[in-house]
Each structure stands twice: as C-alpha cells, then as structure tokens.
Nanobody, 114 residues
C-alpha cells in the first residue's frame, strides 16, 4: 500500500510563499508521474503541477510562473514551491502519484488571507 504524506500548509498573507512537501512510502521512480492538485470549497479538484518520472514538468495556467514543482529522489519527496500567493490559491492541496493505480495523500490546507 502506497502512502503519501503532505506537509507545509498554513496561513500566509497575499504575496507570501509556502513550500509543500509530499513524502512517498516507496521510491518515486516507481511512479509514472507525481503531482499536486487542489480543491477549494465548492469547487472541483484541479491539477496544479505535475512531474513525470523523466523529470518533465507541467503547470496549470493559473500558477505558471509562480509555482515550481521539484523532487528529491533520495528523500522520496516531491515539493511544491508556491510564491506570490493570492487569495484564490486558498484550497486543500493534495499530492498524487500514478503508476498502474492512482494514490492520494490526506491533503494540507493552504489559506492565503490578510
């Protein structure tokens, strides 16, 4: 059973930064891709950023240029660096890993508010 554990969420002012971490219970090379999704109240879950096993990254248009996804394979960890945060970035952020199945973490709350 794969486990994904997110951390790093919290309350931040507009314009601030946060870094989310997702630690996997097995080598991240065992996944075809990993990514970050978010879900705001009353809205559907949406993809924020992804990274393939080959290191190719992609981003939602709303975060491109502000968010950066990266990984540390030795630590089995994927990161999401979030800069220039906006109130509309407020959501629960989830880590996802895909191989022959899709796995989700428990989520971490990010609140952007003054």
């Amino acid at each position: 059973q794969v486990q994904l554990v997110e951390s790093g969420g919290g309350l931040v002012q507009p314009g601030g930064s946060l870094r989310l971490s997702c630690v996997a219970s097995r080598s991240i090379f065992s996944f075809n891709a990993m990514g970050w999704y978010r879900q705001a109240p009353g809205k559907e879950r949406e993809m924020v950023a992804g990274i393939t096993s080959g290191g190719i990254t992609n981003y939602a248009g709303t975060v491109k240029g502000r968010f950066t996804i990266s990984r540390d394979t030795a630590k089995k960890t994927v990161y999401l660096q979030m800069n220039s945060l906006k109130p509309e970035d407020t959501a629960v952020y989830y880590c996802n890993a895909r191989s022959y199945a899709s796995y989700w973490g428990q989520g971490t709350q990010v609140t952007v508010s003054s």
